[in-house]
Nanobody
Framework: QVQLGESGGGLAQSGDSLRLSCAAS????????MAWFRQAPGNQRELIAS????????YYADSVKGRFTISRELRVYKIYLQMNSLRPEDTALYYC???????????????WGRGTQVTVSS
C-alpha cells in the first residue's frame, strides 16, 4: 500500500509563485510514475504534469507548459510542482497521483492524495 500526501497549496495573486510537494510512503518501490492533476469546480480532473520514476521523462499539459515545473527526489519518493506566473484560471484542487506496477486503471494512475487547494486572485 502506498500513501500520498500533498502540501504547499494556498492563496496567491496573479503572477505569484507557489510550490507544491507530495511525499509517498509505504510500498514506494512499486511506483513507476508520479504526477500532478487538478480539478476546478465544474471541470473534469486534468493531468497537468507527470514524471517517470526511471529515467525522469516529463510531460506537461499545454496549459502549464513554460510556467510549471515538475521535479522529483528519487530516494525519498517526493515530487514537487513549481508553479510560476500563476493565473486565476490555475485555481483548482491539486492532486498528487502515482502509478504503481499493479495498476489496472485506464488512465494509469491508481494512487491518489487528498488534494491541496490553490486559489489565485487577479
Amino acid at each position: 500500500q502506498v500513501q500520498l500526501g500533498e502540501s504547499g497549496g494556498g492563496l496567491a495573486q496573479s503572477g505569484d509563485s507557489l510550490r507544491l510537494s507530495c511525499a509517498a510512503s509505504g510500498r514506494t518501490s512499486s511506483i513507476v510514475a508520479m504526477a500532478w492533476f487538478r480539478q476546478a469546480p465544474g471541470n473534469q480532473r486534468e493531468l497537468i504534469a507527470s514524471i517517470r520514476w526511471s529515467g525522469g521523462s516529463k510531460y506537461y499539459a499545454d496549459s502549464v507548459k513554460g510556467r510549471f515545473t515538475i521535479s522529483r527526489e528519487l530516494r525519498v519518493y517526493k515530487i514537487y510542482l513549481q508553479m510560476n506566473s500563476l493565473r486565476p484560471e490555475d485555481t483548482a484542487l491539486y492532486y498528487c497521483a502515482a502509478q504503481s506496477l499493479y495498476s489496472t486503471s485506464n488512465i494509469g494512475y491508481d494512487l491518489w492524495g487528498r488534494g491541496t487547494q490553490v486559489t489565485v486572485s487577479s
